[in-house]
């Protein structure tokens, strides 16, 4: 693929989540397979942009050369409708979704169905989409209304990572990665381990906890009021080399989320071996499957405890999801497999 492809994302590409984890891990896949990749931000603010990042935005659409090929993350593609279909004839536009705004966990009727609205549109104006899982594919056609011949599929790739050591202190080691929001749930997680403190076990939560203060704030309050600040570390946004090392003293990998577009932490987890205790929907069946672990139903504390009762009491059962764990990461993508498949859902689309 000799033209340049553009690729506009919201706000700074190094913010530690998935999705933006995904925009610079492909960006690098694709420049490796030969493809001329010009990245750029579109400013900060979205979902809900100032009108000053809107119009950061128009001038970013304007300048390109008609007839150029465009990748916007479905962060900012979603509420870009009204600029999405003043370039749509000129450019050609490339909606990349992790997950639909509208199903973001905290947000009012009335706010999500504005995301709802802005989003179908803009993607009525995409000539192609890339989604981030078969399960947000699905969902696209079903409540968007998108054409499925338009939709690319590009699971996250991996990088291959060495099995955990464990806590090996006498306590099991809990480990939970994604940002401190509403629709991580993290209150289940609390509430289910609440109820396990006669067992020996010790949980770090890895994540940016400045996305949503009054949230990170009623998690820190939870937590103190169970008595468990000696017991759950919530450690904020980590650099690379201290969640791996948080990663290799872990046992136990749990995450009671709402929805995940994919799930990228569960995969990464599997990938050190780490048995999983998971909740919500979306993805998250297809990436966790039921031979390393538990996928329960969003919220359900309960569940959440008996699951993570039965692993920290059975070192056995951790051992035989261990290796079922291993076995399953054998056969998830790296990220040339990636981005050849959005090379090719380019391609195909053209």
């Known amino acids: 693929m000799s033209e340049t492809i553009h690729f506009l994302y919201p706000g700074d590409i190094d913010t530690p989540t998935g999705g933006y984890a995904y925009d610079r891990r492909l960006i690098s896949a694709m420049r490796e397979e030969g493809v001329l990749v010009q990245a750029a931000s579109l400013g900060e603010g979205y979902p809900a942009p100032s009108n000053a990042a809107l119009e950061r935005a128009a001038a970013a659409f304007a300048k390109m050369a008609d007839g150029s090929t465009v990748i916007v993350d479905g962060l900012a593609f979603g509420v870009l409708d009204e600029i ?42 995409a000539h192609a989409v890339i989604a ?38 006498g306590k099991v080691g809990l480990i939970a990665v994604g940002s401190v929001v ?31 203060t009054e949230y990170a704030a009623s998690i820190r309050q939870m937590v103190e009021a169970n008595g468990l600040p000696s017991r759950i570390t919530l450690h904020g946004a980590l650099s690379a080399e201290a969640l791996d090392e948080l990663y290799a003293s872990a046992d136990i990998f749990a995450l009671t989320t709402r929805y995940e ?7 990464e987890a599997m990938m050190r ?12 069946r297809d990436t966790v499957p039921e031979s390393v672990g538990f996928v329960l139903a969003g919220g359900d504390a309960e569940g959440v405890s008996r699951a993570l009762s039965k692993l920290i009491a059975d070192a056995g059962l951790r051992a035989t999801l261990r290796m079922a764990a291993m076995k399953h990461a ?3 993508p790296a990220w040339r497999d990636t981005a050849q498949s959005v090379i090719t859902g380019i391609k195909e689309t053209q």
């Open 84 to 125: 999405a279909h003043a370039h749509r004839n000129r450019l050609r536009l490339i909606a990349l979704v992790h997950h639909p705004l509208a199903l973001e966990t905290g947000l009012d009727a009335r706010r999500s169905e504005v995301l709802r609205r802005s989003e179908t549109r803009a993607l009525s104006l």
């Open 273 to 284: 071996g780490l048995p999983v205790v998971a909740t919500g929907e979306g993805a998250v």
């Open 182 to 212: 509403p629709r991580k749930d993290y209150a289940t997680l609390v509430a289910a381990l609440a109820r396990l403190t006669d067992l020996p076990w010790h949980l770090d939560i890895a994540g940016d906890d400045t996305r949503d």
């Open 132 to 169: 981030t899982s078969r399960a947000t594919a699905d969902m696209l056609v079903a409540e968007f209304g998108v054409q499925k011949e338009k939709i690319t599929v590009a699971e996250p790739g991996f990088d291959r990572a060495e099995p955990s050591r464990g806590r090996n202190d």
């Open 261 to 267: 577009g994919y799930g990228m932490a569960f995969a």
């Open 330 to 332: 054998k056969s998830l």
